[in-house]
């Protein structure tokens, strides 16, 4: 499995990039920087984009991803893959044609740029097959498990203490990476549980329900504004499995 790591922010400043991971290069999950750090070639490989939740920064390149296929003429549409409640949201919400025009319509509602599914259970995508776990985030926010043949990884999305994400970690064989969100200091908890999103304190609590010790967790989604303090309580803590996710790193699990 193939993973380059397009952007992986919680805000936006310059030099900081929102959350987008490109999967071996048909898919990519959530859609906070795919046509900035995409070419035109590259983005026409895109078949799928599964979505995490419907908060702006994990949507906003949708509307970006859908003009450029739409412009380049592409024939095939790309499927974006969520929650019933979370493809509601953004059918609703951003393809309204107010916000943005409804690309499920655009040039044709027979020949669509873009397509929704709703995943339920395990679902098959090319190469790899996906699963969607229920997170404590908004409302129907998922984190994902991604496996092929020889390897998988889970993604929390943006959570706050959680159960069932720890517990389908421990049942997933093959499991090579953890990326787990963090995006506020110690200091702030209270705007992190209200918020609900975790912080290094409460990462330190939610890892002690992974089994098994020796599986990388990368961090990712810090607050720009607050990273280097992140960054210092973290690596205070001198936990071999913590690592911090940097934007264009690729990872080759095999």
Known sequence: MK????????GSLPGFSSVSFLINDHLVLDAGSITTKLNMKEQLKIKHVLITHSHLDHIKDLCYL???????????????????????????HLFNGIIWPDMSQIPSTKNPTLKFRSIKGEIQLGDLKVKAIPVAHSHAALGYVLWDKKSAIIVSGDTGPTTEFWEIANQTSNLKAIFLEVSFPSSLEDIAYKSRHLTPA???????????????????????LYAKKIQSEVQAFKHKQLKFLKASKIFQFK
Not at 5 to 10: A, E, N, Q, T, V
Not at 74 to 84: C, G, K, P, Q
């Open 3 to 10: 993973i380059k790591i397009l952007g992986c922010d919680g």
């Open 66 to 92: 859908a003009d450029n296929a739409f412009l380049s003429g592409r024939s095939s549409a790309i499927e974006i893959i969520s929650s019933e409640t979370i493809l509601t949201d953004i059918e609703k």
């Open 202 to 224: 409460t990462v330190l609590k939610e890892i002690r329900k992974l089994h098994t010790p020796h599986i990388p967790i990368y961090l990712y989604h810090l607050k720009p």
